[in-house]
């Protein structure tokens, strides 16, 4: 079904290139027909990570710390110097060193992105519990996609009495007008 899929798409950008369909743009459709040979490889490999993760070893470690029967998602208590540094970006994102089986790295590839919840033992040892989507290595995220857990940011002097609303996804915010 991938390869169907991608070579659907090769054809039509063939078809436009062979119809001369638009020539001001046949470096750009050159370069998208490249990128499905890319995407046909990737694709099956990040399908593959995606069925066969996380792995025994990050099963294994889940397991033993907690795992999703807990339905425990850590709270981030920021000072807010500390909250004003991170929304500023300032802070460097920490590089982590993950432990895969060899099953699961044989499908890894440069570039390939995976989104995972990251865990932190008392040792300083990460693992993951599952893997949520894997991108291939030339996928850029859209602005759409970076708003997706986007909050109305709420006053943090606001008493708790304050008047809640609700919004599209059903959580309630305080009212800030």
């Known amino acids: 079904m991938i390869k169907l899929a991608t070579v659907t798409i090769q054809s039509f950008l063939s078809y436009l290139l062979y119809h ?3 020539p001001e743009f046949n470096e750009n459709i050159n370069e998208a027909r490249k990128s499905c040979d890319i ?4 694709l099956w490999k990040n399908q593959q990570i995606t069925a ?3 792995g025994n070893f990050n099963t294994s470690c889940s397991i033993l710390i ?3 029967e807990h339905d425990f998602e850590p709270e981030y208590d920021l ?3 500390e909250r004003e540094e991170w929304m500023k ?3 460097q994102m920490p590089e982590l060193m993950l432990f895969l089986e060899e099953g699961l790295l044989e499908h890894c590839y ?3 992105k995976i989104i995972t919840t990251i865990w932190e033992m008392n040792c300083g040892l990460h693992y993951f519990e599952e893997i949520k989507r894997a991108y291939s290595s030339i996928y850029t995220p859209l602005c759409n996609d970076l708003m997706l857990g986007w909050k109305r940011p709420r006053d943090l002097t606001a008493n708790n009495e304050d008047k809640e609303i ?3 996804d059903g959580s309630a915010q305080p009212d800030l007008e």
């Open 89 to 91: 970006k300032r802070r």
């Open 20 to 22: 001369d369909v638009c």
């Open 52 to 54: 066969n993760g996380p």
């Open 39 to 42: 995407v046909t490889k990737e």
């Open 110 to 112: 440069p570039g390939m």
């Open 66 to 68: 907690g795992g999703f």
């Open 79 to 81: 000072s807010p110097e």
């Open 166 to 168: 609700t919004v599209e």
